[in-house]
């Protein structure tokens, strides 16, 4: 059963803000949001995380919803090496050994 | 600076054949996780190493595979028998307590493994 709802694909301009959304309605309260993305041939990257106040790293902001049902990772100058799968995942913050469930992701493109 | 790797990186197996993938977490990394990545699909998880235990394997999808973690560090991925569906990249990740909260888990390349 998903837990996060992205869209499949999603084009950027080069230089331009990248804006990815995600859903997460079933959100409980002892879970944060996290964003992973996978460049082509390579592992998942982590790039940022939050519980509920929105979130600002070297890569990325991540803006939460008030009700968190609903979330938006921001790349605010995207490049092309940005070209990946952006994946949103839900995970309890209270268990040793929290695997990652991951969904299906969003595949930006960034184009020149 | 040393992330962490998997090998091989490719691997080809007729079907049948057994095959081992190896993990090499980052170093001082408590936590071990395997996934696996089909072609166009998220990584799903396998199993779960905390130290040398196994603490989870509910993603196992058959007794044909297998995990071990004897020294709590190197990991390998057995696969005996294998099948056309166990085509797939085979994913490494490690974290260092594993706890939640910012702990994110660090990937390798991961394993192409293709059963002809």
């Known amino acids: 059963d998903a837990k996060t709802t992205q869209p499949p694909s999603m084009d950027c301009a080069e230089g331009r803000a990248a804006n990815l959304p995600c859903n997460h309605s079933?959100?409980?309260?002892?879970?944060?949001v996290y964003w992973y993305r996978q460049i082509h041939s390579q592992g998942p990257q982590y790039i940022i995380h939050?519980?509920?106040n929105n979130e600002t790293n070297e890569m990325a902001s991540l803006i939460i919803t008030e009700d968190r049902k609903s979330s938006t990772l921001i790349l605010p100058h995207a490049t092309l090496r940005d070209t990946a799968v952006y994946y949103c995942?839900?995970?309890?913050?209270?268990?040793?050994?929290?695997?990652?469930?991951f969904g299906g992701g969003t595949r930006l493109m960034v184009k020149p | 600076g040393a992330g962490v790797s998997q090998s091989p990186r490719y691997k080809v197996a007729k079907r049948g054949q057994d095959v081992a993938l190896r993990c090499d977490p980052i170093?001082?990394?408590?936590?071990l996780f395997w996934y696996q990545q089909a072609l166009g699909q998220g990584p799903e998880f396998l199993t779960y190493?905390?130290?040398?235990?196994?603490?989870?394997k509910s993603g196992l999808p058959s007794d044909r595979f297998f995990a071990e973690r004897p020294e709590g560090s190197v990991s390998t991925l057995k696969i005996q028998r294998t099948q056309q569906e166990d085509s797939a990249v085979y994913l490494c990740?490690?974290?260092?307590?594993?706890?939640?909260?910012?702990?994110?888990?660090?990937f390798g390349p991961g394993t192409r493994l293709t059963v002809l």
């Open positions: 939050g519980l509920k």
């Open positions: 995942i839900v995970r309890p913050f209270n268990n040793a050994g929290n695997m990652l469930t």
């Open positions: 990740a490690s974290s260092f307590l594993g706890t939640g909260s910012g702990d994110e888990q660090f």
């Open positions: 190493f905390q130290n040398e235990a196994q603490l989870d």
């Open positions: 079933t959100i409980s309260r002892n879970e944060y």
């Open positions: 170093s001082g990394h408590v936590s």
